[in-house]
């Protein structure tokens, strides 16, 4: 959808999907029964989006990734109650990327994730309208959200029953919110925007051919050059944006996206009447870590530790009526943050800041590989590594940092940031 007059409607409401044939399954979604829309919006544009809750319990709308005002992120602060409208009204500040958009109320953001509460946002600007990539919304551009559901004997989500302390992992996959996916493909290159809107699963996408792809764009927009990859990780909370190129394959191949496991998460059927002769242009961006950036001392430490229900973030579990640090508005820090391990080694976070897109400056001590050289909103933190972080808010107000698997930020791995 494209706002409407700089509006878009959002609604979070209750309904029913039939993921299994003839059989209900209660669902959330945003204007649907599961999952949300594509809100399309432009670099520049003043939009406001009419959030309304019809849910019959508190939520909030937080927009992931996106640059806002910290009075319209729509953290635990910003709660809506059943029946509760309101408009969040801002201008879009930053480039050409695939965000997302979930809800955030303290203690049933993971459940109500998990129930389907996840939108996408597309932002343009005259870069990615000047790049010539593939930009046909279902036909040679396709989201792929990632997510994995336990149902019970009735088909229903039980979330209560499967959770799990350390990340409510399912035994079954859905894409775009649909069981035994498969998706039509032209004899040409593809691209493939993915999320991994798991709670707290993460995923090695390969081709089952072997082929590689390209990489073209990290959380917050593109890296500077396509980057072939033969594999691509994501924990929960990431996207990345890569190119397939289809057009060596016909209608009889057996080509799919697989899991580090070689486990089937999507077949494509390739339509071989359909071509096109797009180029992947060799420059995508101008992303640069500057030499000041990576001469800046460390002036935010934060130490991730724990498990299950014991995870803390600097020996501190969240307060909403603590600010963690302030920061002030557009001046950049440097984060350096630690995953301790503990005697059973430890757990890999994803790491999320609210309101900014980063830049990783060095994970232990070292430049990052090529694919994370792009903006980014959250990092996967691996036991005993340290990464150093280039933060910059451009906007006033109260921040969330967390752990993206959502039982643990619902834990109380997360602080807040006060940008001032
Ligand atoms: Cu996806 Cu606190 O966010
Ligand atoms: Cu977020
Ligand atoms: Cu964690």
Same mark, same amino acid.
């Given at each position: 959808?494209?706002?409407?007059?700089?509006?878009?409607?959002?609604?979070?409401?209750?309904?029913?999907?039939?993921?299994?044939?003839?059989? %209900?399954?209660?669902?959330?979604?945003?204007?649907?029964?599961?999952l949300g829309p594509v809100i399309r919006v432009n670099k520049g544009d003043t939009v406001t989006f009419r959030t309304k809750n019809q849910l019959?319990?508190?939520?909030?709308?937080?927009?992931?990734?996106?640059? @806002?005002?910290?009075?319209?992120?729509?953290?635990?602060?910003?709660?809506?109650?059943?029946?509760?409208?309101?408009?969040?009204?801002?201008?879009?500040?930053?480039?050409?990327?695939?965000?997302?958009?979930?809800?955030?109320?303290?203690?049933?953001?993971?459940?109500?994730?998990?129930?389907?509460?996840?939108?996408?946002?597309?932002?343009?600007?005259?870069?990615?309208k000047s790049l010539g990539l593939p930009d046909e919304y279902g036909v040679n551009d396709f989201p792929l959200i990632f997510q994995d559901k336990q149902f019970n004997e009735g088909k229903q989500f039980d979330y209560q029953a499967v959770?799990?302390?350390?990340?409510?992992?399912?035994?079954?996959?859905? *894409?775009?919110?649909?069981?035994?996916?498969?998706?039509?493909?032209?004899?040409?290159?593809?691209?493939?925007?993915?999320?991994?809107?798991?709670?707290?699963?993460?995923?090695?996408?390969?081709?089952?051919?072997?082929?590689?792809?390209? %990489?073209?764009?990290?959380?917050?927009?593109?890296?500077?050059?396509?980057?072939?990859?033969?594999?691509?990780?994501?924990?929960?909370?990431?996207?990345?944006?890569?190119?397939?190129?289809?057009?060596?394959?016909?209608?009889?191949?057996?080509?799919?996206? *697989?899991?580090?496991?070689?486990?089937?998460?999507?077949?494509?059927?390739?339509? *071989?009447?359909?071509?096109?002769?797009?180029? @992947?242009?060799?420059?995508?961006?101008?992303?640069?870590?500057?030499?000041?950036?990576?001469?800046?001392?460390?002036?935010?430490?934060?130490?991730?530790?724990?498990?299950?229900?014991?995870?803390?973030?600097?020996?501190? %579990?969240?307060?909403?009526?603590?600010?963690?640090?302030?920061?002030?508005?557009?001046?950049?820090?440097?984060?350096?943050?630690?995953?301790?391990?503990?005697?059973?080694?430890?757990?890999?976070?994803?790491?999320?800041?609210?309101?900014?897109?980063?830049?990783?400056?060095?994970?232990?001590?070292?430049?990052?590989?090529?694919?994370?050289?792009?903006?980014?909103?959250?990092?996967?933190?691996?036991?005993?590594?340290?990464?150093?972080?280039?933060?910059?808010?451009?906007?006033?107000? @109260?921040?969330?940092?967390?752990?993206?698997?959502?039982?643990?930020?619902?834990?109380?791995?997360?602080?807040?940031?006060? *940008?001032?």
């Amino acid at each position: 959808v494209e706002p409407k007059d700089g509006i878009v409607d959002i609604t979070a409401q209750q309904g029913k999907t039939e993921f299994f044939d003839g059989i %209900q399954t209660n669902t959330y979604g945003y204007n649907g029964s599961f999952l949300g829309p594509v809100i399309r919006v432009n670099k520049g544009d003043t939009v406001t989006f009419r959030t309304k809750n019809q849910l019959s319990e508190p939520t909030t709308f937080h927009w992931h990734g996106v640059d @806002i005002p910290g009075e319209g992120d729509g953290g635990p602060h910003q709660i809506l109650e059943p029946g509760e409208s309101e408009d969040v009204k801002f201008t879009v500040n930053q480039g050409a990327s695939t965000l997302w958009f979930h809800p955030h109320p303290e203690g049933a953001t993971a459940e109500q994730v998990y129930k389907g509460l996840a939108g996408l946002i597309y932002v343009e600007d005259e870069n990615s309208k000047s790049l010539g990539l593939p930009d046909e919304y279902g036909v040679n551009d396709f989201p792929l959200i990632f997510q994995d559901k336990q149902f019970n004997e009735g088909k229903q989500f039980d979330y209560q029953a499967v959770r799990n302390e350390d990340g409510t992992i399912g035994d079954t996959m859905l *894409v775009n919110g649909t069981l035994n996916p498969n998706l039509t493909v032209g004899k040409e290159k593809v691209r493939l925007r993915l999320l991994n809107g798991s709670n707290a699963r993460k995923y090695t996408f390969k081709l089952n051919t072997g082929d590689t792809f390209l %990489q073209i764009a990290t959380d917050g927009g593109f890296l500077n050059e396509p980057t072939e990859m033969s594999e691509i990780t994501l924990t929960p909370g990431e996207r990345a944006e890569i190119i397939v190129d289809f057009s060596e394959y016909d209608a009889s191949s057996n080509v799919a996206l *697989v899991n580090e496991a070689g486990s089937i998460l999507l077949p494509f059927k390739i339509d *071989v009447q359909k071509t096109n002769s797009i180029e @992947i242009p060799r420059t995508l961006n101008d992303y640069v870590v500057t030499e000041e950036e990576k001469n800046l001392p460390v002036t935010k430490k934060l130490e991730l530790f724990g498990m299950g229900e014991m995870v803390y973030i600097n020996d501190k %579990q969240f307060d909403m009526n603590r600010i963690d640090f302030t920061q002030k508005q557009g001046e950049t820090e440097i984060w350096e943050i630690y995953n301790k391990p503990d005697a059973m080694g430890g757990m890999t976070h994803p790491f999320h800041i609210h309101g900014t897109q980063f830049k990783i400056v060095s994970i232990d001590g070292k430049e990052p590989p090529v694919e994370l050289q792009g903006w980014k909103d959250t990092v996967a933190i691996e036991p005993d590594q340290t990464v150093k972080l280039a933060v910059k808010f451009n906007n006033k107000g @109260i921040y969330m940092f967390h752990c993206h698997v959502l039982e643990h930020e619902e834990n109380g791995m997360m602080g807040q940031v006060e *940008v001032i």
